[in-house]
């Protein structure tokens, strides 16, 4: 039987949830969120939820010491600009949510269907697993229990157990240890490759809409596999492969060839990720700028023969920028036109993000098909 505080902790749990799905679109948009990321769990603050708490009664006469007389006011009242406010302030509760109790909430509330891995690309891990019981091994694996009950059938059957003196002695013959055996078992994978334009166009507002995605992109990925390997390209002119923390810091000032990131993803994904292995998913983040027509086809030869091929999924997120001139999404459309049904039959997805608040429509439509 459930233990009435466990009920009551459900309870609150499914109250917290609740206002997460209410609040999600705003949820999206927290850069917080990401900074108080730990191993598996974010702290999210919830306004208006209170803890249960003892609530005292009138303690008028209560224990007090130091000058004054019942009924004086305790330290100076506020005046001038630093008064204190009147007004009853907002609760703020922060409760600790696992990213995979997140991820489930966004899939629910987006209407996102679980992504199902390609069959064949799945890799085998090797595991241990503890199958048994033998009479040697390193003390690490010392079965505490089983030692002890070897130890008292040895002492029964001698005769050596007093029951009014129950000590129970082990020597070296009734030490136990668990064994293991490698188990094969099929895990399947995911690359993360993201790519971002670092150009001059790109400023701080447009990276923290890529900041935000991404966390959420990562977030909903990882729910659907049980290893996820993120990389990170950077691009202006040239393009070179970073680290997670410099593909949200950098800033460059220069001018656009996308066409470098999609030659620089084919090359690691040719050194590294065969995709008859690796469940593919590449995103490019962009003003939609770019330096010329040539480069405009080049890259849609580059998409069109090499990375979609190999792809579950290729996401162009473009994000508004004052600077850019917003035309590489309108390319990708003409040169991967759309079907009747409104979506398209290939792998290449496409999203436009102008501020915050379009992160909640574009990771439904990057994720809404299931891919």
């Avoid at 900074?35 to 208006?48: A, C, L, M, N, T």
């Avoid at 009853?88 to 679980?114: F, M, Q, T, W």
């Avoid at 199958?131 to 030692?147: A, C, E, N, V």
Wanted: glycine share 10%; proline share 4%.
């Amino acid at each position: 039987m459930v233990l009435k505080i466990e009920q009551d902790h459900q309870r609150f749990r499914g109250i917290v949830k609740g206002r997460i799905r209410k609040d999600l679109r705003k949820f999206l948009q927290r850069g917080e969120l990401i900074g108080k990321e730990g191993r598996r769990f974010v702290s999210i603050p919830v306004y208006d939820i209170d803890i249960p708490t003892f609530r005292y009664g009138d303690n008028s006469e209560g224990v007090g010491a130091g000058p004054g007389e019942e009924g004086d006011a305790s330290g100076q009242p506020g005046s001038g600009d630093n008064a204190g406010g009147e007004n009853e302030g907002r609760h703020i509760l922060e409760v600790e949510v696992g990213l995979d109790e997140l991820a489930d909430i966004l899939g629910e509330e987006l209407k996102l269907p679980r992504i199902e891995p390609r069959g064949r690309h799945n890799i085998t891990a090797v595991k241990d697993k503890y199958s048994g019981i033998r009479s040697t091994g390193p003390d690490s694996l010392r079965h505490f229990k089983r030692t002890y009950r070897e130890a008292l059938k040895r002492q029964l059957m001698l005769g050596l157990y007093d029951p009014d003196d129950p000590i129970v002695i082990p020597i070296r013959k009734d030490v136990r240890y668990r064994s293991w055996r490698e188990v094969k078992s099929p895990q399947s994978n995911a690359l993360i490759l993201y790519m971002m334009d670092v150009s001059g166009s790109m400023g701080d507002e447009q990276k923290e809409l890529v900041r935000l995605e991404s966390f959420w992109i990562d977030t909903w990925l990882r729910r659907n596999y049980e290893g996820i390997d993120s990389r990170y390209i950077v691009h202006d002119v040239t393009a070179r492969q970073v680290d997670r923390e410099t593909f949200y810091r950098i800033r460059e000032d220069g001018g656009t060839r996308i066409s470098s990131a999609y030659k620089l993803a084919d090359e690691l994904l040719s050194a590294k990720y065969n995709p008859a292995d690796w469940n593919i998913y590449l995103f490019h983040f962009s003003d939609g700028d770019n330096s010329s027509e040539v480069d405009n086809r080049l890259c849609v030869e580059v998409l069109n023969e090499r990375l979609l091929p190999r792809c579950n999924m290729f996401g162009y997120c473009q994000v508004a920028s004052a600077y850019g001139s917003g035309n590489f999404i309108n390319v990708l459309h003409e040169a991967f036109p759309r079907t009747g049904d409104d979506h398209r039959d290939d792998k290449l997805v496409t999203s436009r993000v102008n501020d915050k608040d379009g992160i909640y429509d574009s990771l439904k439509t990057f994720f809404g098909a299931g891919k």
